[in-house]
């Protein structure tokens, strides 16, 4: 998924390709991370991760804080919430602690999941109000 082409030129110098960006297992990071291609974490992220490529989160790999992205392949240990516009894969070593919101979904058997999960065309923002409001529209509809 990650492997260069050698001796090809035709990755470099467009947008969101080319090398994935990769964060080693002996590195932790405290802050805010911004990527428009692809993006790979072995080591620790303390934060946000807003990708507007795939993440890969390695089996040795976590994230304390907020995950945004198009695809994501989790592996490692996640303690956030995770918005993911297409397709969430959850790996047998995986292991997930926050809210989901995405438009595909993927487990494996072995996999740990703890939170909530909504799935669907339309990919909403998690916050306490939004699950506040759809509590209330579930009881104006049984009304």
Known sequence: MFNSK?????SKGSSGSGMPNHINSDTVIEGSI???GNLRIDGKLTGTLECQGRVVIGAS???DGEIRCENAEIEGSINANIIVSEL???KATAKVQGDIVTKKLAIEPGASFSGSCSMGGVVK???SN???Q???QRQEKSA
């Open 34 to 36: 911004k990527a428009k």
């Open 6 to 10: 050698t001796g090809s030129d035709s």
């Open 134 to 136: 759809q509590q209330e």
């Open 61 to 63: 790999g976590s994230v």
């Open 88 to 90: 969430l894969s959850l």
């Open 125 to 127: 923002d998690i916050s």
């Open 130 to 132: 939004a699950g506040k």
